[in-house]
């Protein structure tokens, strides 16, 4: 089968022959974006939402005043919702809090390419505590910036002291020397030319 016969599925995230797809006008390639059957389920699941949120709006066991979040199944005031227009109820499916978990998550995934677990694990092996100071928690992902690597897990001051050196090894060498009282200076070679000392 041809490529130009094949068409990729964003729910099943496969390559289908074209008639596997329902039609759609609106499309440049009249398909839909999805297949027939990755269609019908999202379907089931979104009917099968709709009518779970409306038993929630007759039900009387969430009082007025609160909802029941989607994602912790817990029943909040609505000062725990963030609001969103677009939504019956101008509320947001989850809470704030169910929200803050799964911006970290996110957050974890797209700038260092790891999850939670892992994150956990790598704190575990390093004690729990920043691997720097060797004295306050680790709680702040450090990585390098050229290559994206993750380094390790470093407390909020070592990672900010990291970030102000540029995470360049010459200057911390000399800021140790500095700490260390073995202050030197550079010497004045010529006008404007700085010569270090070894």
Known sequence: MDREDLK?????????ARHAFGRHRGRRDG????CRSCAREYAKQWDQRKRQERRELKNPAVPSGFKRCHGCGEVKPHSDWHRNATASDGLSTRCKAC???EGRAGHLKRKYGMTEAELTQLIDEQGGVCVICLAAPAEHVDHDHETGRVRGVLCFSCNAALGQFKDRPDAIRRAAAYVEGNAWKPTLVAPGVYQLPS
């Open 31 to 34: 398909l839909q974006d999805s």
């Open 99 to 101: 929200k803050a978990v």
């Open 8 to 16: 990729w599925c964003s729910r099943c995230e496969k390559f289908l």
